[in-house]
């Protein structure tokens, strides 16, 4: 018979470790490559991990290989804009003073990048810290000293977005009762209707209305001047009544920096004091239909006189009194309008 096998338990349990933690090495080697993990040197049968010194060290050939991507990065993003579209966040250079309204709103977009990209770098500067600096080395084999808690840390990670969130909504709900606060008694009141796809114009203060060609499409580019226009005066508080003939659409003047949808049987309001002179572009930003991109209108802010001789001319053109909200979606065949707008 053979000679019995004698093993004592401290020996059995050495056996065991080793063998688990070579099954451990088969399960997670594989994820340890893929995420750039600094792995120890050895690992004994006691699970006593070492780390060699190097592994905590950057060197300067390390470093210049990861501030390529960063350096280029960088170089792309700011050789495509100026200081002054940094300064609006890339927001429409023509918004800047185009109301009441508009500073307040790019402040707000501003100060949140700056949060976000500030927050951003840090995590992805840690981030790609980690995949440098504990990287696998050649030659190195094993697994890292794997960590399950680090409370201060993941009270870090806890308060912090909280902490986000809560400044985010604040701002947010501060600057948003600021924008739609009613103003009683408004200068200038206008009723805005959407339609497929184009806009009607109800001036109440003048009792005069201007109407819009729905679009239709020919293949060639729309003439801009026909497009229906919206008259504003300067420096005077207005109230926009919204709503809809037919389906949902929304009220969008870009270098406004404000949009609000318009729905059929319900009022919606904009208030806001127009403060610089020119040609602003409007449209419709919420899909209604096969010519959606083309439900196009300017904004014209002008001086009183200005105003008030608009205002005399539709008067002239019999357009007095005001366009009903009843569903009026034409049928919008090609020819059938001779004053094509798209």
């Known amino acids: 018979m053979p000679a019995a096998i004698h093993l004592d338990k401290n020996s059995f349990q050495h056996q065991l470790k080793a063998r688990s ?91 949140s990048w700056i949060v976000l990209w500030a927050v951003g770098i840090i995590a992805w500067g840690l981030m790609f810290w980690a995949i440098i600096v504990y990287r696998r080395r050649k030659g190195e084999t094993g697994l890292p000293v794997q960590l399950r808690y680090n409370n201060p840390i993941e009270t870090l990670f806890t308060v912090v977005p909280l902490i986000l969130v809560i400044g985010f909504f604040a701002m947010t709900a501060r600057d948003m009762a600021e924008i739609e606060k009613p103003i009683t008694n408004s200068d200038v009141r206008i009723e805005v209707i959407g339609k497929q796809w184009s806009w009607d114009f109800n001036y109440l203060d003048e009792n005069v209305y201007e109407t819009g060609i729905q679009s239709q499409f020919e293949g060639e580019a729309g003439a801009e001047s026909k497009l229906p226009t919206l008259y504003l005066p300067v420096n005077k508080s207005v109230q926009i009544d919204l709503t809809a003939r037919d389906v949902i659409h929304s009220f969008w003047v870009v270098e406004f920096l404000y949009k609000k949808d318009m729905f059929p049987g319900r009022w919606n309001h904009v208030y806001f004091t127009p403060t610089k002179i020119g040609t602003y572009k409007g449209k419709c930003a919420e899909l209604c239909g096969e010519s959606h991109s083309m439900m196009l209108f300017n904004v014209q802010v002008v001086d009183q006189a200005t105003y008030d001789a608009k205002m005399q001319e539709l008067e002239e053109k019999g357009q007095t009194g005001k366009l009903g909200i009843d569903l009026n979606r034409n049928q919008n065949l090609p020819g059938d309008n001779p004053d094509i707008r798209g």
Request: with cysteine; hydrophobic share 40%; aromatic share 8%.
């Open 21 to 111: 933690l070579k099954k451990s090495g088969r399960v997670f080697g594989f994820m340890a490559v893929l995420t750039g993990l600094q792995v120890p040197t050895s690992v004994d049968l006691a699970g006593n991990d070492s780390i060699s010194e190097g592994s905590i060290v950057l060197s300067k050939r390390v470093l210049r290989w990861a501030s390529i991507p960063v350096i280029t990065s960088i170089t792309l993003f700011l050789s495509g804009c100026s200081p002054y579209e940094a300064k609006l966040g890339f927001l429409p250079a023509n918004s800047e003073g185009a109301t009441n309204h508009t500073q307040r709103i790019t402040d707000l977009w501003v100060e």
